[in-house]
């Protein structure tokens, strides 16, 4: 069994503002939109304006829509028909400021919902304005955005849920009317970020002050799933690039030898492989999926080398390492050395030849990574042949093809290519079978089968994850465990990936070490999996999307901007006669007088470096 992955990260160099727009795929909810409780509203240019206010913000109602002088005016304030309190005095319900002119409640109730009129009598003059109030708890979501930027519009079906049809999206015109949203517009306004998942989340591209308003999401038969109201604020003015105070090489690790930096990558990595399945799962619900976290986690690390300030901290957070892990590079180095016997990994950077790299990244790069940095040649084609050529090289050509051109505008380029081989150290017959596998639809699909009558393996039922577990040995110090669930169908299938948390795999591999091998009819289908998954959309799922805009790699470049461009991940499995290279699930029955383990379902797989005790590969198998 063989499997490879390959992971490529295209970086580019912004030459104005416009440029570096386009680039914006995807915003940072963290910097760009800020989730907060806020006054919402919807005018009516009509008699009465009606607001819509969640409960605990702050209301100030204006009695005048305009400046005058109303210094002798007799001013009231009315709710549901009843006098509000004397001017500069509180009712214990609503405050009147500045004599009359405004009516402050803070903050917004339930009782406070209604309708109030402001009364002016000037002499022979009389002016009403009257407001009409809805409290509404029911709202999901406020968003502040900067005008100009990207925002996501979150929205999800329930995961007990079947999915069936994508959602619907509408924006609310004025109380009561809404217009539904055209989601395959030519021009890309907005954009179903996970079309026919769980997910419903709405790309709302290039915001504008008109964008501003309430977006209701429903299912087609009119379940309310997610409601999201945008505040649009105006875009400030542009901060000139500038890397002073950035430039300085990654701190030096005090204590390499110390006992407690290796577990703590272990467990970071751990976690990071965890969330990874979770994010790729609502992206692919129901497809084969394949992918080494310890890939993703190299070139990210490699990455990590020259990222400074809030993209430093965004990626530290996304590898769930803390901050102050300054020895995350020497123990990455070590990781790779001992996973060597095995699971060969390498990087690699290719880079513009105008460029002028920072020297110590570059020197940092060929300590911790092992990789010198390559200048690009000078056509598209060219620069092809030559990355690809590097992934064959490095994948024992199990990967010969990663990218079809490179752009013009690409100034660097990261690589990471991981190949793990393991055999099997129980060896399944040579004898040819065939058998068949039991998609999640119930069709059938006829496939050659590892088949053993008497093959030794550990295996167990994990009620935190609710599946049977197999462990199968391999050569390298690797186990390759097999999770099945109760049945073939998507609901029990999407039980076992809701429970897989960092925490439940480690109890799981920590059990299963107390469970004595034993005989029993072991039934594997033979797969090859060659999948790549978007590696773009998952890195805005990580929450780097300020990679896209404007990242700080100061200590890797500091003449200019760099954003990324584009990242590819791509991986290879293969169960085979001989043995594993990625990770692979099983599915297992029980029988009282001869146990027998088959795997002719959906099942999801895991190959585990016992040796470093970290996830090298996972995957989902529905249609082998």
Same mark, same amino acid.
């Given at each position: 069994?063989?499997?490879?992955?390959?992971?490529?990260?295209?970086?580019?160099?912004?030459?104005?503002?416009?440029?570096?727009?386009? /680039?914006?795929?995807?915003?940072?909810?963290?910097?760009? $939109?800020?989730?907060?409780?806020?006054?919402?509203?919807?005018?009516?240019?009509?008699?009465?304006?009606?607001?819509?206010?969640?409960?605990?913000?702050?209301?100030?109602?204006?009695?005048?829509?305009?400046?005058?002088? @109303?210094?002798?005016?007799?001013?009231?304030?009315?709710?549901? *028909?009843?006098?509000?309190?004397?001017?500069?005095?509180?009712?214990?319900?609503?405050?009147?400021?500045?004599?009359?002119?405004? %009516?402050?409640?803070?903050?917004?109730?339930?009782?406070?919902?209604?309708?109030?009129?402001?009364?002016?009598?000037?002499?022979?003059?009389?002016?009403?304005?009257?407001?009409?109030?809805?409290?509404?708890?029911?709202?999901?979501?406020?968003?502040?955005?900067?005008?100009?930027?990207?925002?996501?519009?979150?929205?999800?079906?329930?995961?007990?849920?079947? /999915?069936?049809?994508?959602?619907?999206?509408?924006? +609310?015109?004025?109380?009561?009317?809404?217009?539904? #949203?055209?989601?395959?517009? !030519?021009?890309?306004?907005? !954009?179903?970020?996970?079309?026919?998942?769980?997910?419903?989340?709405? =790309? %709302?591209?290039?915001?504008?002050?008109?964008?501003?308003?309430?977006?209701?999401?429903?299912?087609?038969?009119? +379940?309310?799933?997610?409601?999201?109201?945008?505040?649009?604020?105006?875009?400030?003015?542009?901060?000139?690039?500038?890397?002073?105070?950035?430039?300085?090489?990654?701190?030096?690790?005090?204590?390499?030898?110390?006992?407690?930096?290796?577990?703590?990558?272990?467990?970071?990595?751990?976690?990071?492989?965890?969330?990874?399945?979770?994010?790729?799962?609502? #992206?692919?619900?129901?497809?084969?999926?394949?992918?080494?976290?310890?890939?993703?986690?190299?070139?990210?690390?490699?990455?990590?080398?020259?990222?400074?300030?809030?993209?430093?901290?965004?990626?530290?957070?996304?590898?769930?390492?803390?901050?102050?892990?300054?020895?995350?590079?020497?123990?990455?180095?070590?990781?790779?050395?001992?996973?060597?016997?095995?699971?060969?990994?390498?990087?690699?950077?290719?880079?513009?030849?105008?460029?002028?790299?920072?020297?110590?990244?570059?020197?940092?790069?060929?300590?911790?990574?092992?990789?010198?940095?390559?200048?690009?040649?000078?056509?598209?084609?060219?620069?092809?042949?030559?990355?690809?050529?590097?992934?064959?090289?490095?994948?024992?050509?199990?990967?010969?093809?990663?990218?079809?051109?490179?752009?013009?505008?690409?100034?660097?380029?990261?690589?990471?290519?991981?190949?793990?081989? *393991?055999?099997?150290?129980?060896? /399944?017959?040579?004898?040819?079978?065939?058998?068949? @596998?039991?998609?999640?639809? *119930?069709?059938?699909?006829?496939?050659?089968?590892?088949?053993?009558?008497?093959?030794?393996?550990?295996?167990?039922?994990? $009620?935190? %994850?609710?599946?049977?577990?197999?462990?199968?040995? #391999?050569?390298?110090?690797?186990?390759?465990?097999?999770?099945?669930?109760?049945?073939?169908?998507?609901?029990?299938?999407?039980?076992? +990936?809701?429970?897989?948390?960092?925490?439940?795999?480690?109890?799981?591999?920590?059990?299963?070490?107390?469970?004595?091998?034993?005989?029993?009819?072991?039934?594997?289908?033979?797969?090859? #999996? &060659?999948?790549?998954?978007?590696?773009?959309?998952?890195?805005?799922?990580?929450?780097?999307?300020?990679? @896209?805009?404007?990242?700080? %790699?100061?200590?890797?470049?500091?003449?200019?901007?760099?954003?990324?461009? &584009?990242?590819?991940?791509?991986?290879?499995? $293969?169960?085979?006669?001989?043995?594993?290279?990625?990770?692979?699930?099983? $599915?297992?029955? @029980?029988?009282?007088?001869?146990?027998?383990?088959?795997? =002719?379902?959906?099942?999801?797989?895991?190959?585990?470096? &016992?040796?470093?005790?970290?996830?090298?590969?996972?995957?989902?198998?529905?249609?082998?």
């Amino acid at each position: 069994m063989s499997v490879c992955l390959i992971e490529c990260w295209f970086i580019d160099r912004p030459t104005d503002l416009h440029q570096r727009k386009e /680039f914006k795929a995807f915003k940072l909810m963290r910097r760009q $939109a800020t989730l907060c409780l806020l006054l919402q509203l919807i005018f009516e240019l009509s008699s009465c304006i009606h607001l819509r206010v969640i409960p605990g913000a702050s209301l100030e109602l204006p009695c005048l829509s305009f400046q005058s002088d @109303f210094a002798g005016a007799d001013i009231t304030w009315k709710f549901n *028909g009843k006098d509000l309190s004397s001017s500069g005095q509180s009712s214990g319900f609503a405050t009147v400021k500045k004599n009359g002119l405004y %009516l402050s409640i803070s903050p917004v109730a339930a009782a406070h919902e209604g309708g109030y009129e402001c009364l002016v009598k000037d002499n022979n003059i009389e002016m009403i304005r009257t407001y009409n109030i809805t409290v509404d708890a029911s709202i999901g979501y406020t968003i502040k955005v900067t005008e100009g930027f990207d925002v996501n519009l979150p929205c999800h079906f329930p995961s007990s849920s079947q /999915f069936k049809a994508n959602a619907l999206w509408f924006k +609310e015109t004025s109380v009561g009317e809404r217009t539904k #949203l055209n989601l395959t517009d !030519e021009n890309m306004k907005l !954009e179903l970020l996970y079309p026919d998942s769980h997910d419903q989340t709405v =790309l %709302l591209r290039k915001t504008a002050m008109d964008d501003a308003g309430f977006y209701l999401c429903e299912s087609a038969a009119g +379940e309310k799933l997610s409601s999201v109201y945008i505040i649009v604020e105006a875009a400030p003015t542009s901060v000139p690039h500038s890397c002073d105070g950035f430039t300085s090489a990654w701190e030096p690790c005090l204590d390499e030898n110390s006992r407690t930096g290796e577990p703590m990558l272990q467990e970071s990595l751990t976690e990071f492989s965890m969330r990874l399945y979770s994010f790729l799962r609502e #992206l692919y619900p129901s497809t084969n999926l394949l992918f080494s976290p310890v890939s993703i986690s190299g070139v990210l690390s490699h990455l990590l080398l020259g990222a400074r300030d809030d993209t430093r901290r965004a990626i530290e957070w996304a590898l769930s390492v803390p901050h102050d892990f300054h020895c995350v590079h020497n123990q990455m180095k070590k990781l790779r050395e001992k996973l060597s016997s095995s699971l060969q990994m390498a990087s690699q950077i290719y880079y513009n030849p105008q460029m002028n790299l920072s020297e110590s990244f570059t020197h940092q790069s060929i300590k911790f990574y092992e990789a010198e940095p390559v200048k690009l040649l000078d056509t598209n084609e060219a620069n092809a042949q030559m990355i690809n050529s590097w992934v064959a090289n490095k994948t024992g050509n199990k990967i010969t093809h990663l990218v079809d051109s490179i752009s013009p505008s690409a100034q660097l380029i990261l690589l990471n290519a991981v190949s793990f081989s *393991g055999q099997w150290k129980v060896k /399944f017959d040579t004898k040819p079978k065939k058998g068949h @596998f039991t998609k999640l639809d *119930g069709d059938l699909v006829k496939v050659p089968l590892l088949h053993h009558q008497k093959y030794m393996v550990a295996m167990m039922y994990s $009620a935190e %994850l609710k599946a049977q577990v197999a462990k199968f040995g #391999l050569t390298g110090d690797s186990s390759l465990y097999i999770l099945l669930p109760r049945s073939n169908k998507v609901t029990d299938l999407q039980q076992v +990936e809701e429970k897989l948390t960092d925490t439940a795999v480690l109890q799981m591999i920590e059990q299963m070490k107390t469970a004595a091998p034993q005989q029993m009819e072991v039934t594997l289908p033979q797969i090859k #999996l &060659d999948v790549q998954p978007d590696m773009n959309l998952l890195i805005k799922k990580l929450g780097l999307s300020s990679l @896209f805009e404007r990242p700080n %790699l100061c200590g890797l470049y500091s003449e200019e901007e760099l954003v990324l461009d &584009d990242a590819r991940h791509k991986a290879f499995l $293969a169960l085979t006669e001989q043995g594993v290279e990625a990770g692979a699930v099983t $599915a297992m029955s @029980f029988s009282r007088s001869f146990p027998t383990f088959s795997a =002719l379902r959906p099942f999801i797989l895991l190959l585990w470096s &016992d040796q470093a005790n970290v996830p090298l590969f996972i995957g989902r198998v529905t249609d082998p």
